[in-house]
């Protein structure tokens, strides 16, 4: 693996607050990788100190072996970076703004144009080039400020909360064109957000940022087979009337040595297996003369996984609280939004 | 799939023509940044205004001291009588300013008004952040702002000092000085570096300040302070402290005097004044009081440019010093800032 990006023990603290804490993170050329956490987590820190914008207090942050702090310029060169609430000059027409920020990125004259048209196509927008940016609506802006980050023929394109304030077919239509970019172009792809559903639709890899801490990365799947092993699949079998307990056959379910824990529950029996066997046990029921009119496969998403690492994270932090806030928590009683 | 099209042209057209690049060699950023920020502000309403009201003010002055010329040329116990284009810029009469002292007034409401949202405003707009996500060198955005209002300002005041000369030849028939010429240029440079120190002072309130709004009130506010409140407080310190003028000397009055007069340079207009009126009136020779003494034995005669240049230098050079303190401590805090949206 080569690491386009690559932070090492990165730290910023404001004043007593820790942002980012001793992060080191690796990502690989053409990966799209997704910063997951919630708000105030210390992502657009993180963003701001790999652009150079912000001084880590620790570590350094590396791009494409170039350090971000020392040398922003020549990072800044190969990434593109769109801000959570881009911002564009409303007094001039969206071609106008895209056609600035490739002067500023040192395109030659005639080139600058037909790039900024292209851009203007490839995201979508050609029907409202000449139209000035104060009438674009957020949607608009946001493909606007892809066109923005693609000008410059980037390496890696960082995007901070893309999906922030756009309609559903608008993050649709949004993710695809990421995903495009990132498959078509070879780009590398840095997405932070605290939206789950989105990331998991394009992510190759998620690392989940939670108090300036990366809890866990890896893929998806990587990332719930490490959550929940003890469990791995879970499959619910409802049935037409409740079984006799124990299963008459539950020897020969045992037998196949993938099961690890089986529970009868009323109507439903719930097994807990190290691989997927769902299909496998509708057809067990149906031959021993089962009615079978429910099946639940449990899958974990990246909902589960964030859940649970939220939810680690805040009993933690509640722990803390009490021990050293003790007498404070006796006088205001305050209560953590969870 | 459209897009996907498009997609893949556009990774054609990365790999292709390379020399197409070499030939036309880019604007460096900078000057993109400086001819962006010019043509912002030629299509602002606020630049218009100004503009007009400058215009009209020149026009005003100028026409008011026509009037006046012959009567100011023909006053032969008046030493400038000789200087028509300098009687142009200074000549009036009671009814209107001219034109330098409607400049000490209107110079910093131009440099205030052209630099007041410089960059509050980008980052209220989010427009901040985009720019330093992209290849520039942070200081660039600071000076093209700075530089491209002063560009603007310097057409301004060039332009109209040129229509002034030319309408001047058109209307008199008299030839011009290469003193005159020199005076009156330094005049247009002087008060450039005037509207500059006013530009500098704003661009540094709106670094330092949030809200476009607060850094204009508080730009205006040391503008009146030091035009209007300045003097009244000087005024009040001197009387209050400063002995009875009656049981002093004539030299300790004058070294007081003295003192004053350095309290008062303190204000930029001060300054401005002082150097304007040496420079347009070529008999002053001493911004200070002058004793007996020194005045004997000396003829009442126009100084040379070079000498008039020599009395001001103290002026212009505090003038440059003021403009690049405020400049450097706005540079300060902008290349330390952390920029968030």
Partial sequence: ?338 | MKSQMVLSKSLFSKSGNPGKAVQHKAKSAFWVMVSKEMADHIHSWRFIVLFVLIVLTFFASMYVSLGNLKQAVGNTSDPDHIFLYLKLLTATENSMPPFHVFVSFLGPLLGISLGFDAVNSEKNNGTLIRLMAQPVYRDNLLLSKFVSTLILVSVLFISLVLLMTGGGLLITGVRMEPQELLRIMAFVGISILYVGFWLSLSILLSIGLRQAATSALTAIGIWLFFTVFYQILINLVVRAVLPDPDFLSAEQIAAYNELILTLLRVSPSQLYTDATTTLLMPSVRSLGPVTMEQMAGAIPAPLPFKESLMIVWPQVSGLVASTVVCFALGYYIFMRREIRS
């Avoid at chain 1, 804490?21 to 657009?44: H, M, Q, R, Y």
């Avoid at chain 1, 900024?116 to 995201?123: D, F, I, N, P």
């Avoid at chain 1, 539950?250 to 009323?266: P, T």
Wanted: proline share 4%; charged share 25%; net charge neutral.
């Fill in chain 1, 1 to 338: 693996m080569d690491p386009i990006i690559q932070l090492k023990g990165l730290t910023k603290c404001y004043g007593a607050l820790k942002a980012v804490d001793d992060l080191s993170l690796d990502i690989a050329k053409g990966e799209v990788f997704g910063l997951l956490g919630p708000n105030g987590a210390g992502k657009t820190t993180t963003i701001l100190m790999m652009l150079g914008l912000s001084e880590p207090t620790a570590g350094s942050a590396w791009v494409s072996g170039i350090n971000a702090t020392s040398r922003p310029i020549e990072v800044k060169r190969k990434v593109g970076y769109m801000p959570d609430s881009v911002g564009f000059y409303d007094s001039m027409t969206a071609f106008e703004n895209l056609l600035y920020l490739g002067r500023l990125n040192g395109l030659p004259e005639p080139e600058v144009r037909s790039r900024a048209a292209e851009m203007m196509e490839v995201v979508g927008l050609s029907a409202h080039m000449h139209q000035k940016t104060a009438t674009y609506s957020r949607g608009m802006k946001q493909r606007l400020g892809v066109a923005d980050v693609l000008i410059k023929k980037p390496e890696v394109i960082i995007l901070d909360e893309p999906t922030l304030g756009i309609d559903p077919s608008g993050v649709k239509e949004f993710l695809h064109l990421i995903k495009e970019l990132s498959v078509g172009q070879g780009l590398t792809v840095l997405l932070s957000s605290h939206h789950l559903h989105h990331v998991q639709q394009v992510c190759d890899r998620v690392g989940i940022f939670v108090k300036g801490k990366l809890l866990a990365e890896g893929s998806i799947n990587a990332l719930s087979g490490n959550l929940f092993n003890k469990d791995g699949y879970t499959t619910a079998i409802t049935l037409g009337n409740a079984p006799a307990q124990p299963l008459p056959f539950e020897e020969e379910l045992l037998a196949w040595g993938v099961i690890n824990k089986m529970e009868v529950a009323g109507d439903t029996i719930h097994f807990s297996s190290s691989s997927d066997i769902s299909a496998r046990l509708v057809k067990v029921f149906v031959e021993k003369g089962f009615e079978v009119i429910g099946v639940q496969r449990k899958e974990y998403g990246l909902e589960d996984i964030y859940q649970k690492y939220f939810e680690n994270n805040s009993t933690e932090a509640t722990a803390n609280e009490k021990s050293d806030g003790f007498i404070k928590k006796s006088f205001f009683k305050k209560r953590k939004p969870r």
